[in-house]
């Protein structure tokens, strides 16, 4: 009996890409797609239609990658995403990325395999070529390749309203945490705008890099002591909700009044920016409409439905009044 | 052909019980057990061996059952729980219940449907029946059932060293919060302890008792304001982080100097304590120690090996040096 290793062998080409053409998934060439159909005429092969059923029947499981559970805006998301999910009949495989490429690699291969029916990733790795993967991929706040749709906050917006509570404080040298710069995210627009204002308006504006994954609370600490340090007239931060927090913790260690002396903003707006006192203003993410986006534009890819946009873009909204 | 159908109606007993007895698992009385194997030989039935090595084949998928991943500690659990599950060659499908038991029996007739090769939980649903179930389920700080095995950190240790900061503090009227108390948890050892400290060195000590699965920090907020003016004299309050949080909030609003006026104490040690200023003194959960015996009993029950105890207790130890 013809196998499919005969065919991948005849026609010179993995057993995988077989498997892909017989189940008409994720890309392949013009050329091979040839070879394959000249090799199973050739060799008369006829695909065992029990396991290719079960092979190619959903699982109804997604995975979602993010990078750290913990880290309040991901742990809000994740339960967003999984009552979504819920909702539309499919369970969600959390996975855990802890800053390791190889487990992201583990999860896209199950998708390979159609061990899931489709992926949601809120992670980056600098080593994945996401554009090599053609399957359902929605990407979470994060530029993974060109055609892989990406849901995220309206970044912009949040950066412009941050930055006018800056303005009105009257500010006169600030300074912007961000995130690692090596990988797109939207999340760039966000200090992008606000370094804008900040220019326009006159007001000096550093700005700090954060390391790749860079989560440890601690580690948070440490750059707070450090930029208080080196900055001593600085009067206004803006930063992610946990960075703010360990900024403002610092700053009142040291005796400044907040936000007298120091204007924290945060930005995230998860649970976590509400245990502050004093109060620290921020922006609030719109972590049900992204995960219900994200989620109906995944079941799409899954069903083979035309996806309209490759870019979906959620208002944000202020903590307090402005 | 005889079908499972047959065999069921014959021995008179559901579909799914005669899958059990097949796949050799979950509780079956003797006296079921015979009537199926008569119905077997009677009506000449072979199961067919493909779709049974299907059906009852390890999927390598473990369900972890808990009220709300946005929760620090619950976070943190999940985090380290999938890290353990991951090296272990399984798969962690989350379930955040939300309060909702449906969903939680969902899981549990996954379990049964031999979707999943087991389940560890972290919630808490008055009704369900535990006790009906007998398969691989590991309970993560609840009393499910008598014979289902629990793990959970020394709350009593912990109790007994908070209680010593109240003593060396000097307190002389406390109050503690508790969860619910109409569900059988191994943290009820923590207040039990804590209370009875208190009374032998003679400091008045209060207990508010929190409602089943109460997440949201605005609650905790208005149980703040609530205990903060009921007890105006008080100077001493012991809680959850979260819970911890929201009452060191609230004190510090109204003026009190913490700890001089009001020591606040917490429990739990995931990384939001760190977040607090005045620093919140807690006692950190052993997460990761947790998590690893969480998993490798669950495995000892998935392999059908002997599991030594039915409890499980890991120490505590307090976030500052005392």
Do not use: W
């Not at 992670?123 to 996401?130: A, K, L, M, P, V």
């Not at 849901?151 to 995130?179: T, Y």
């Not at 700005?207 to 440890?216: A, K, S």
């Not at 945060?266 to 109060?279: E, R, V």
């Amino acid at each position: 009996m013809t196998t499919i290793n005969d065919v991948a062998q005849y026609a010179g080409v993995s057993k995988n890409t077989v498997s892909r053409y017989l189940n008409n998934r994720g890309y392949i060439s013009q050329m091979t797609r040839e070879k394959i159909r000249n090799a199973i005429n050739v060799l008369q092969y006829h695909p065992n239609q029990i396991a290719r059923s079960l092979y190619s029947s959903r699982t109804n499981l997604v995975g979602l990658v993010i990078p750290d559970v913990t880290q309040p805006f991901f742990s809000t998301m994740t339960a967003c995403i999984e009552d979504q999910l819920d909702r539309k009949g499919y369970k969600m495989i959390l996975c855990d990325t802890k800053d390791s490429s190889s487990k992201e690699k583990k999860y896209l291969e199950m998708l390979q395999e159609n061990k899931v029916d489709g992926i949601i990733i809120g992670s980056h790795s600098i080593d994945i070529r996401y554009s090599d993967i053609s399957a359902p991929i929605v990407a979470l706040d994060r530029n993974l390749a060109d055609d892989i749709p990406v849901v995220s906050a309206n970044h912009e917006q949040g950066g412009r309203i941050a930055a006018q509570a800056f303005i009105r404080h009257g500010c006169k040298k600030v300074i912007q945490l961000v995130g690692y710069t090596k990988v797109r995210t939207p999340s760039g627009k966000r200090h992008a705008a606000f370094g804008e204002e900040m220019m326009k308006h006159g007001i000096a504006c550093h700005t700090y890099e954060l390391g790749l994954n860079q989560f440890d609370f601690d580690s948070y600490l440490d750059v707070a002591d450090m930029i208080l340090d080196r900055y001593p007239d600085l009067d206004g931060v803006f930063a992610a909700d946990m960075v703010a927090l360990a900024v403002q913790k610092r700053a009142l260690t040291r005796g400044l009044a907040i936000p007298s002396d120091l204007l924290v903003f945060g930005y995230d707006g998860s649970f976590i920016y509400k245990t502050a006192y004093p109060p620290l203003p921020t922006i609030i993410q719109p972590y049900r409409q992204l995960a219900k986006v994200a989620v109906s534009v995944l079941m799409k890819l899954i069903n083979k439905e035309k996806v309209d946009q490759l870019s979906y873009t959620i208002d944000v909204k202020p903590s307090m009044q402005e």
